[in-house]
């Protein structure tokens, strides 16, 4: 988690390596939490060293809009369906697979409903969501067609704010 830069990541994948001749383990993937802007503008670089990226939505937003999500007057404004914030999540994502690296996205956004089409279309691989939001999200999934969501994704990604993201969403 909180990794910024390539250096964080690889002090801790030596951690990682040096617990491993502790504790052998034969199939073990180890990535990084993309949860600030910087690890989104490195992916290129950390694509290269990571086994995957999860995407943590909710920090991602904070610290992209520069809004405490805990702040009672503010909070409301930190929505990841930001196009900064999915500007990010692309970049992320296509730097991963022109590595051949899987990415995950977690946090409140992977459960919106709103959101889900955006980021099948943004090829996320996989959504993280509470056990409340499974069913759900599984109908969206599966009823979602790739072509319109990529469609749909690449119109997101043109907009001004998050309110003409989910407008358009509305409309898709």
């Not at 930190?78 to 690296?101: E, F, N, S, W, Y």
């Amino acid at each position: 988690p909180m990794v910024g830069q390539v250096h964080e990541w690889r002090e801790a994948k030596a951690m990682v390596d040096r617990l491993r001749e502790e504790i052998p383990v034969a199939d073990l993937q180890v990535g990084i939490m993309v949860e600030v802007p910087s690890a989104a503008l490195l992916a290129s670089q950390l694509a290269r060293e990571v086994d995957f990226f999860s995407i943590g939505t909710n920090d991602l937003t904070q610290y992209t809009l520069a809004i405490d999500r805990g702040h009672p007057s503010l909070s409301a404004q930190a929505d990841g369906l930001h196009p900064a914030v999915l500007q990010l999540i692309d970049m992320t994502v296509r730097a991963a697979h022109a590595q051949g690296k899987w990415v995950g996205v977690c946090g409140e956004l992977a459960a919106d409903p709103q959101a889900v089409a955006v980021l099948l279309g943004l090829d996320v691989d996989e959504l993280s969501v509470a056990a409340r939001s499974i069913a759900e999200v599984k109908a969206l999934v599966r009823q979602a067609d790739h072509q319109t969501a990529r469609a749909l994704a690449r119109e997101a990604l043109q907009q001004d704010s998050a309110a003409a993201v989910r407008a358009l969403v509305e409309r898709y």
